[in-house]
């Protein structure tokens, strides 16, 4: 079970469009090619992502279950811009309903696209990702209800990256579930992949926060109190967008076998697992604190 969990052919069957594609990018031979060096870091950024996916959902259910169970709920106050408000009966539950399906999916996602899950554990598959696509579907609408209705920071342009972001999840979701259900599996993996980045968008903002601190020292170039400075804003759309452009960058790569272009992505995307680390580590920092208040 190790082996296969952490096994270079389990990487290829998660990240190739076709599993019974010749591995010709395998590690096989002596010699590492840049097909090699590609399955390698996408596979190893998978693992990254979903450790630190993992980290937040624990902190998430802890802590906002924990002050629910005890009665503080004003410590949600303390963490979010615009958390609980007095009177607002249907904003606070969509609230606590979008936390809520925040820690399914944010659990459900990794463990959905993990290959040995899938090669074992079919039924669960498949019954997973039915709870993950309409769980991504209720927690973009609860979030597009709380654009609609509550004034946020940031203003007009992060209601913009946040709607988007709601689009892009429903979209890839039910074209998700209908190559699954045409059974073109190559392109349901890719939509699925899709969907993983866009669903990750609000952990992405918090991993980018983390690295901008960590390596600015806490004071973040071009970032403001209420969250409309340029960096907030390129940390709005960029969350999601250039994980999304890296990985149809990944697809290419794949598909064209360049190994000039395959070395290029391999690169960027070595270059974005090191920044994911970091935002990890440094704002893991902050959810534990959290947890001791």
């Known amino acids: 079970m190790v082996k296969m ?12 469009e076709n599993h019974h594609m ?19 870091v996408s596979g ?12 937040f959902a624990y902190y998430t259910l802890v802590f906002y279950g924990r002050s629910s ?44 696209l ?3 899950v899938r090669n074992n554990f079919r039924t ?32 007009i342009p992060l209601k913009l990256a946040n709607t988007l972001d709601a689009i892009l999840i429903m979209s890839f979701a039910v074209l998700a579930l209908r190559t699954a259900r045409q059974r073109k599996f190559a392109l349901h993996r890719k939509w699925t992949l899709r969907l993983f980045v866009v669903v990750s968008g609000v952990w992405f903002i918090r991993v980018w926060y983390g690295f901008c601190r960590l390596v600015s ?5 071009g970032s403001a109190p209420n969250l409309e400075g340029i960096t907030n804003i390129l940390i709005g759309f960029g969350s999601y967008l250039l994980p999304l452009f890296l990985l149809e960058l990944f697809f290419m790569a794949q598909k064209r076998r360049d190994n000039g272009f395959s070395l290029l992505v391999f690169g960027l995307l070595l270059v974005f ?21």
């Open 114 to 116: 993990m290959p040995w």
């Open 44 to 55: 190893t950024l998978f693992y990254v992502l979903a450790v630190g996916q993992f980290i």
């Open 69 to 112: 169970i005890e009665g503080h709920f004003e410590k949600w106050n303390k963490v979010m811009p615009t958390g609980l408000i007095d009177g607002d009966i249907v904003g606070n539950l969509m609230l606590a309903i979008h936390l809520f399906l925040a820690v399914v999916i944010t659990v459900g996602g990794p463990v959905q």
């Open 22 to 40: 010749k591995v010709i990018a395998g590690f096989k031979g002596n010699t590492l090619s840049a097909n090699k060096l590609l399955v390698l």
């Open 273 to 293: 697992m090191v920044i994911m680390a970091m935002g990890i580590f440094s704002f893991s920092k902050v959810w534990f604190y959290r947890l001791t208040i």
């Open 5 to 16: 969990f952490f096994s270079t052919d389990a990487f290829m069957f998660f990240l190739m």
């Open 124 to 155: 669960f598959h498949r019954g997973l990702g039915r709870i993950y696509i309409i769980t991504a579907f209720m927690a973009s609408i609860s979030g597009l209800y709380m654009i609609a209705t509550r004034d946020t920071l940031g203003g």
């Open 217 to 221: 020292e806490g004071k973040i170039p």
